[in-house]
């Protein structure tokens, strides 16, 4: 069974850094793309960046270019959000979500993936 499990969310002020973490289990890590994306309140969700492991950095939302960084360690199946110089408009629940049929030009569509993590909620104070 494929689970996604995303923490390291928090309260921070505006000019702040936090990393998150998404814990992947139930496939074959190495294969797959990971994405972040994020859904503030009465918005749709947008992708953030996206990893895999044989293209590296598939995705990067222009919002958060400079900004965040996304890594990954295949060895502990996880990914991170490191997310540097937080705005109060980067307030938002986090998800990571994965699924084995991305491909390069759907990387950023939240309904290509069919799994997803919980979310953690980001608020960044002004």
């Known amino acids: 069974e494929v689970q996604l499990q995303a923490s390291g969310g928090g309260l921070v002020q505006a000019g702040g850094s936090l990393r998150l973490s998404c814990a992947a289990s139930g496939f074959e890590f190495d294969d797959y793309s990971i994405a972040w994306f994020r859904q503030a309140p009465g918005k749709e969700r947008e992708g953030v960046l996206c990893?895999?492991?044989?293209?590296?950095?598939?995705f990067y939302a222009d919002s958060v270019k400079g900004r965040f960084t996304i890594s990954r360690d295949n060895a502990k199946n996880t990914v991170y959000l490191l997310m540097n110089s937080l705005r109060p408009e980067d307030t938002a629940v986090y998800y990571c979500a994965t699924d084995p049929s991305i491909i390069l030009s759907s990387v950023r569509v939240a309904r290509s993936y069919g799994y997803w993590g919980q979310g953690t909620q980001v608020t960044v104070s002004s």
């Open positions: 990893t895999s492991s044989r293209e590296g950095v598939t």
